[in-house]
């Protein structure tokens, strides 16, 4: 499983939109064996969603966006977890605790929409 | 003479009085205060904000490297009305005006930065409806169909393709071109629009390409057509459907050699302009036809987008409602909160001949009579009212519908229920459907036609 961590500098970046970074980390049996990462496409946040799948992302990790993003996100089956927080390596190893919801913005939901 | 506030009024309570979003930050970037309307503008209550990193609370675009309050802390100087976005706990953009001041201790030695912040929402869409630029974002859906276009639109835009756009009147093909452009490495460029159907074959020949001085009788000194005009930018097409066959030749000529020729010159002029062309009639059926040239079809028809009607995408209706009450809420000053369960009722039942345009003028129509902060059915349009005739009645339609009638016939039917209400007055009865009187007279045309 491929998932993709929105960065600015060392940690999440507070929107998706002003993300300047792209993690990847490819994901097995509840490690990471393969990482890398790319800058954040030109065409903004609008773009992402298309371009995340050509890449074969399957969960994108980020702070907030735009609901219009995130419809985008939802119709190529691409599972977000949004409003999160925190420095990445601390969010990656949040996630594979599966303790996600210590990372949440403060009076945001991460619920997250497949 | 006493300047401070008087002992027994805490500044808090001051500074939660004031319709400015207000915070405080201490050198590390934790939040100190958080006044009331920065928790309603944010959708964040003080109490979650306190304490937080306040790129965590505020989330907007200028946290990210963008920051006022760090060249405010660094040069211990103010750093004033800066704009950019927020984006509320419900996905929600706001605009904002802000500024940022350092904050000092009695001493003088800076202990943190102040920042303050404005809602600039009605001021933004009152410049988007002068200006009319709009992206993506602006096209407002939860239908699965437009989600999936909306996703291709941006590497559409950016592609520099031209770009066919089918949909019927007031489904917002326009603010689907505006949308490619303001998404395209054209956006700094000039947005040009023109309507193939309101004008006749000649003067829109003149219109698109221009004219040089003797041309004609009255023209006595050059002047630039729209082609010319969106040099550089994007020229939108609406209507294609209805350019005469004459003037399909020449645009075809533009979209191949990228050259025009004003009326009068001998000069080919070369043209710089990206094409977005729209139209609600089926150009395959009319190329068939010989009513619409092929070869044309296929230049326009590069990249094309259908944009589903409002009766095929239901889910929208609610999105729209909510989008529609706050834009005439910002525009008209008013505080209307919603539409009655009876009215939804209402407006999931109608067909919207008129589209999403006509949803926004039921809007705009019921915020004329709504005193209060409900639309109630009372503040509905005639046609919509639960007592006014249903449009299936024969009493309002000469000529029984019966309910397997298609589409075109509760179209010819909405149309002729409204020219009867207005004796006949075609401009009247147009607007009350909110469409186009060209789209009146097409409806009723293909009715003479059958």
């Known amino acids: 499983m491929d998932i993709c961590i929105a960065g600015y500098q060392n940690r999440v970046a507070t929107l998706l939109e002003t993300a300047t970074e792209l993690r990847l980390y490819t994901l097995e049996d509840g490690r990471v064996v393969r990482s890398g990462m790319t800058a954040m496409p030109t065409a903004g946040a609008a773009s992402l969603p298309a371009y995340l799948k050509t890449m074969g992302v399957d969960i994108v990790i980020c702070g907030g966006l735009s609901t219009a993003v995130r419809n985008g996100f939802e119709a190529m089956g691409i599972q977000i977890i949004p409003w999160v927080k925190g420095p990445i390596e601390a969010v990656l190893a949040a996630y594979l605790e599966d303790r996600m919801d210590q990372m949440i913005m403060p009076g945001r939901s991460g619920k997250t929409a497949r | 003479m006493r300047t401070g506030l008087p002992k027994n009024i805490p500044l808090e309570s001051v500074l939660d009085s004031v319709a400015e979003g207000i915070f405080t930050v201490d050198l590390e970037w934790n939040i100190t205060f958080f006044n009331q309307a920065a928790g309603d503008i944010t959708g964040i209550p003080p109490e979650n904000a306190v304490g937080q990193k ?5 989330a907007s675009s200028v946290c990210d490297g963008a920051c006022p309050m760090r060249p405010c802390l660094k040069s211990e100087q103010p750093v004033l009305n800066k704009s950019g976005f927020l984006l509320r706990a419900d996905g929600e953009k706001i605009a904002i005006g802000l500024s940022s001041s350092p904050l000092r201790d009695k001493d003088g030695k800076v202990v943190g930065g102040v920042e303050s912040f404005r809602d600039l929402t009605p001021i933004q869409q009152l410049m988007q409806k002068v200006e009319e630029r709009y992206s993506v974002e602006d096209i407002r859906t939860n239908n699965p169909h437009m989600i999936r276009t909306l996703q291709i639109l941006p590497p559409i835009a950016q592609s ?13 093909k326009e603010l689907f071109a505006r949308a490619i452009h303001t998404q395209s490495l054209r956006k700094d460029k000039p947005f040009v629009a023109v309507n193939c159907g309101a004008l006749p074959g000649e003067l829109l020949e003149s219109e698109l390409f221009g004219y040089k001085a003797g041309a004609f009788t009255d023209a006595r000194k050059d002047k630039p057509g729209r082609v010319e005009l969106a040099q550089g930018g994007t020229l939108f097409l609406d209507e294609i459907g209805d350019m005469p066959q004459p003037l399909q030749v020449k645009l075809l000529r533009v979209l191949q050699e990228k050259v025009f020729e004003p009326l009068g010159s001998v000069k080919p002029v070369p043209a710089n302009v990206r094409f977005v062309a729209a139209t609600n009639r089926d150009l395959e059926t009319m190329v068939k036809r010989g ?31 909510s989008h529609f009450i706050r834009l005439q809420n910002n525009l008209k000053g008013k505080n209307i909160r919603a539409v009655s369960e009876n009215v939804h009722q209402i407006l999931f039942r109608h067909d919207f001949p008129g589209n999403v345009r006509e949803l926004e003028n039921i809007i705009e129509y019921a915020f004329i009579l709504c005193p209060g902060e409900m639309i109630h059915t009372e503040h509905l349009p005639e046609y919509l009212k639960p007592q006014a005739p249903e449009p299936r009645e024969p009493h309002c339609v000469p000529g029984m519908i019966d309910a397997s009638a298609g589409m075109d016939d509760h179209k010819l039917h909405a149309v002729l229920a409204a020219l009867d209400k207005h004796k006949g007055n075609k401009s009247a009865a147009a607007r009350e459907l909110g469409i186009s009187r060209d789209t009146v007279r097409r409806i009723l045309q293909r009715s003479e036609a059958k």
Request: net charge negative.
């Open chain 2, 291 to 321: 009513e619409f040239r092929q070869d044309l079809f296929f230049r326009l028809n590069v990249v094309r987008m259908d944009i589903p009607p409002l009766r095929e995408r239901t889910e929208d209706i609610p999105l729209l409602v």
């Open chain 2, 54 to 58: 306040c790129w965590e609370v505020f």
């Open chain 2, 160 to 172: 520099g393709s031209t770009v066919l756009l089918l949909g019927e009147s007031g489904t917002g």
